[in-house]
């Protein structure tokens, strides 16, 4: 059993940044692929970024060159650095875990992530 962690949420003005971050348990977390899913009121959860076991980073086009996600395999954690945050990126942000897969491209398809946070709200106001 894999525990995933989220905290780093709040509130945060239009054109503001903050930093989530997710710990995972497991001694092999240097293993495991990344992501961040969200999801908005009445919406779909919908992808936003992931990272592979070997670092390998896929974006949202919505968040591409707003958002970096990094990990850090010596603390179990991986981050989202969230910059130029708008009011549409208002949502519970998730972080999940593929621990099966082995794959060193990033994992995209939230099926395939086999343990989930519970999530941490972002809002942005105007």
């Known amino acids: 059993q894999v525990q995933v962690v989220e905290s780093g949420g709040g509130l945060v003005q239009a054109g503001g940044s903050l930093r989530l971050s997710c710990a995972a348990s497991?001694?092999?977390?240097?293993?495991?692929?990344m992501g961040w899913f969200r999801q908005a009121p009445g919406k779909e959860r919908e992808f936003v970024a992931a990272?592979?076991?070997?670092?390998?980073?896929a974006y949202a086009d919505s968040v591409k060159a707003r958002y970096t996600i990094s990990r850090d395999n010596t603390k179990n954690t991986v981050y989202l650095q969230m910059n130029s945050l708008k009011p549409e990126d208002t949502a519970v942000y998730y972080c999940?875990?593929?621990?099966?897969?082995?794959?060193?491209?990033?994992?995209?398809?939230?099926?395939?992530?086999?343990?989930w946070g519970q999530g941490t709200q972002v809002t942005v106001s105007s």
């Open positions: 999940a875990a593929d621990v099966l897969s082995g794959d060193y491209n990033p994992t995209l398809v939230p099926s395939k992530y086999n343990y």
């Open positions: 497991g001694r092999t977390f240097s293993t495991y692929n």
């Open positions: 990272i592979s076991r070997g670092g390998r980073t």
